[in-house]
């Protein structure tokens, strides 16, 4: 059973930074699309950032040009770099392989991003 592990959330305020990171008990993510999710109270999950297993990579429109996502297979991780958070950024963020758009695996607990202005 595959485990995906989120961290790096926290705190922050607005126009501030944040280095997420998901590590992957198995080899997955160098075989995979892998996408960064999140979650706002209220909203159903969107995919924010996706990133193909040859580097490629795609943004929703809210978030291009403030995140960015990579991936280092040797580690089986993948980061998303954030920066000039906006209070609208908070929610929890959760990784996941993808195939086509959907999901692969069993969900991670996620990482809590909350930005205060």
């Known amino acids: 059973q595959v485990q995906l592990v989120e961290s790096g959330g926290g705190l922050v305020q607005a126009g501030g930074s944040l280095r997420l990171s998901c590590a992957a008990s198995g080899s997955i993510f160098s075989i995979n699309a892998v996408a960064w999710y999140r979650q706002a109270p209220g909203n159903k999950r969107e995919s924010v950032a996706i990133?193909?297993?040859?580097?490629?990579?795609n943004y929703v429109d809210s978030v291009k040009g403030r995140f960015t996502i990579s991936r280092d297979n040797a580690q089986n991780t993948v980061y998303l770099q954030m920066n000039s958070l906006k209070a609208e950024d908070t929610a929890i963020y959760y990784c996941?392989?993808?195939?086509?758009?959907?999901?692969?695996?069993?969900w991670g607990q996620g990482t809590q991003v909350t930005v205060y202005s």
């Open positions: 996941n392989a993808i195939r086509s758009v959907f999901p692969i695996f069993p």
């Open positions: 990133i193909s297993s040859d580097g490629n990579t």
